[in-house]
């Protein structure tokens, strides 16, 4: 079935017209390719080419209206993708009516099928890691991620890779294939707030350890980026070396100021610890020695001879000792 424009628009022409449009230009391999054909084929990519503008703006616009930024993102892939297979579309009914035959497309998808296995496997490996990625919305753009040690905000997920911004300003691209098979810490997934742990060493003075245990509570109360609910609480961990070591625990609403956070309070708790007294330990070892560790010896000539030594030189050592 022809979907051709001039055929339709000839079909009752007189057949000198006919043969006007007939005329060969060139030959496709085998194939003729008439002047008919090549206007349809100049047809149908214009065609495809103005749905491919429309469509991919009016599925953009939509994709926009989201309110969440995962979806704005797979909808924008998505749009890109169908206005692309439009253009392909009609490239293919271009074809088609140029006379050209589509068979040569089975050993053509063969072909790449190979390179893909052997050439493009990187490649496959990140489009799939990126389907993944989306369905299961594991990460989204704007979600605090770490991987491998490196920290940074999600800001940009793509077909190859996705670009994460750590806090010093640099742009990260992480392959997506890289992503699903690794062991990522998302900080931001699902709920936002965050529980932190501050480990401190008191002096092993019971006497001060339930006021070193207020101060905690208070420093971490007064804080303002310290949520209050569940508020902050005192661990006595365990008995250290040194030390009694407390932990004070408490919750954030944005990880991304955990640092700064900790850094407050550390320098807080210094502070109110001196003013109070309470001392902040470092490790030491004390070695005791006791009396008979210190006592020396005194070798007596009387004493046992040692092992190996035959009679005669024991006896040698006792002559020499007797004035006679």
Known sequence: ????????????????????????????????????????????????LILRHFLGKALHAKAQNQSSP??????????????????????VIGLDNLGVR?????????????????????????????VVILLEKSIQIGDLIEIEGILGTVVEIKARATTVMSRDNIAII??????????????????????????????MDPDRLERAVSILEKIGIEH?????????????????????????????????????ILSDLNFRIAREFRKEG?????????ILFSDETMRP????PLAEPPKGEDNRTHENRNSSLDPS
């Open 70 to 91: 995962q979806t704005r993102h797979l909808m924008g892939l998505l749009a890109t993708l169908a206005s692309n297979l439009t253009l392909g579309l009609a490239f």
């Open 224 to 260: 303002p980026d310290v949520l209050k609910d569940p508020a902050p609480v005192v661990w006595f961990s365990e008995f250290g070396d040194s030390s009694f070591n407390l932990e004070l625990i408490y919750w954030i609403g944005d990880v991304t100021m955990r640092h700064n």
């Open 278 to 286: 309470i001392e902040l330990p470092y490790p030491h070892n004390v």
């Open 1 to 48: 079935m022809s979907f051709g424009v001039i055929p339709q628009l000839v079909k009752h022409s007189e057949g000198t017209h006919r043969s006007n449009w007939d005329v060969v230009l060139f030959h496709l391999g085998k194939t003729p390719v008439t002047l008919a054909g090549m206007i349809d084929f100049l047809f149908f990519i214009l065609l495809g």
């Open 102 to 130: 589509l068979s040569f497309l089975g050993g053509a998808l063969g072909v790449l099928g190979i390179g893909i296995g052997i050439g493009l496997q990187n490649v496959a490996a990140n489009m799939i890691g990126l």
């Open 174 to 203: 992480i392959p997506n294939s890289h992503l699903i098979s690794n062991k990522v810490i998302n900080w931001s997934h699902r709920d936002p707030n965050t529980r932190m742990h501050l480990k401190v060493g008191v002096g």
């Open 297 to 300: 010896k005194i070798a007596s």
